[in-house]
């Protein structure tokens, strides 16, 4: 938190928590929102920034990294990691736990707390898994996980396959009030798929993941949430069914948040031609009536929040032949520009609604500080430039990875300022 007063003079305040999008100016002090009003004369002693021709919004929320650390510190570390979320506009982000050791004991959950308070980036939100070295043998101490600091359970990228594991972790997960966050795939269906089934898979010789994989288990654990009453958030949807799914399951009043990435709604299996492996990732990148579905269900709400799923490795690993190479693509740095371009600019999304995605719906589904710029609430603020023109150029990430298959692209509007506790972690 940081005890200096900062005033963002004439810029467009974004904000659908309290449903406003005006010309408006923004005092900051003492890491909270101090006023929000037209015209305000910065305090003596202030640091006035002039934000003229730039929107600001309440922070980005990431809820879905892979931070790498313990254990993968050559892919990426918590303070990397946190840095490059300020680099792409992100307030705070949620630590997924399958790292080495896992995040399975209060110690770890407070290790990774710690060190995303020393880091100094974004903030970092540890996250707990779901069974015992996600195993999905037995259940953890859930209640000392979140007694630890830990916002949500999961065993993220390890699917769960035990039913009855799954329903007692969503009944104890809500006794102790966090969400289970789901990886849905049915690992029976996918076997060793290393990319979508399909024409695209059948004609590059690799054996793929079917729809039904991670259609099977979304409605599983929509039924169980439905039976126990409890809160599931359903990671990294992908496919047409899985989208109705969850539309069907809110409309009965199921508990349920789901989250959209950037990939997903951007690019299909065609990417993978040519055995590109920085197109490899699970869920796969599936066919272009997914990619529709999955669109359709991130502007009307289906899919509550926008999530990138970052997920880094060294460049060696993705350098391996397809088959062999990892899972996984850095995105918290490319995420913000990507939506801008391809959906705000193109009339798609509104600017509230990508707020509510990136911001208002991710401090929502884990019960985060943030999403809004309320008097009295955190003064963690994103300023972006729409209308500046970049490239995205992996070599100039503040990730420690390289590993997307956005390399080149051309985009419209990035972060600028990244405002955490009222103290600028980032700015360009």
């Not at 202030?46 to 730039?54: Q, S, Y």
């Not at 190479?325 to 600017?351: Q, R």
Request: proline share 6%; charged share 25%; hydrophobic share 45%.
């Amino acid at each position: 938190m940081s005890n200096e007063r900062v005033l963002l003079a004439g810029g467009r305040v974004v904000d659908p928590a309290q449903g406003i999008d005006a010309g408006v100016d923004l005092l900051l002090a003492e890491g909270r929102v101090a006023r929000l009003e037209e015209g305000l004369e910065a305090p003596e002693g202030a640091r006035v920034i002039d934000c003229t021709g730039l929107v600001i919004v309440p922070g980005l929320i990431d809820i879905h990294v892979h931070l790498r650390e313990p254990g993968g510190e050559h892919k990426e570390t918590i303070a990397t990691g946190a840095a490059a979320a300020a680099a792409g506009g992100f307030t705070a982000v949620c630590a997924m736990p399958n790292t080495d050791p896992v995040i399975d004991s209060p110690a770890t959950v407070g290790f990774v707390a710690a060190a995303g308070r020393a880091a100094g980036g974004a903030r970092v939100y540890p996250t707990g898994a779901l069974s015992i070295g996600q195993k999905g043998e037995r259940l953890t101490e859930i209640g000392e996980l979140v007694e630890a600091g830990a916002v949500a359970i999961t065993d993220d990228g390890h699917p769960v396959m035990d039913s009855g594991l799954m329903r007692m972790a969503i009944e104890y997960a809500e006794a102790f009030g966090v969400p289970v966050a789901d990886h849905p795939e049915d690992v029976g269906l996918s076997r060793n798929g290393v990319m979508n089934e399909g024409l695209v898979s059948a004609r590059l010789g690799l054996p793929g993941k079917p729809n039904a994989s991670e259609d099977v288990h979304i409605m599983r654990e929509l039924l169980l949430a439905e039976h126990t009453g409890g809160r599931i958030h359903l990671q990294h949807v992908s496919t047409r069914r899985g989208v109705e799914a969850i539309r069907q399951a809110k409309a009965r009043g199921v508990r349920v948040t789901a989250e959209a990435s950037p990939h997903h709604l951007l690019l299909t299996d065609e990417a993978v031609e040519g055995y590109r492996t920085d197109a490899k990732m699970n869920p796969p990148l599936r066919t272009e009536e997914d990619r529709l579905a999955v669109v359709e269900g991130l502007l009307d709400g289906t899919l509550d929040t926008l999530a990138t799923d970052h997920a880094p490795h060294h460049y060696d690993e993705k350098e391996q032949a397809f088959a062999d190479a990892p899972f996984g693509i850095v995105g918290l740095e490319t995420a913000l520009g990507l939506v801008l371009m391809h959906f705000v600019h193109e009339g798609s999304m509104d600017w509230a609604t990508l707020v509510d995605r990136m911001s208002v719906a991710p401090a929502r589904a884990f019960g985060l500080p943030g999403g809004t710029l309320a008097v009295g609430g955190p003064a963690d603020v994103t300023v972006i430039d729409p209308a500046l023109e970049w490239t995205v150029d992996p070599e100039a990430f503040v990730s420690r990875s390289r590993n997307t298959p956005f390399g080149g692209w051309r985009l419209k509007g990035r972060a600028v300022r990244t405002i955490v506790g009222g103290r600028e972690v980032w700015a360009l």
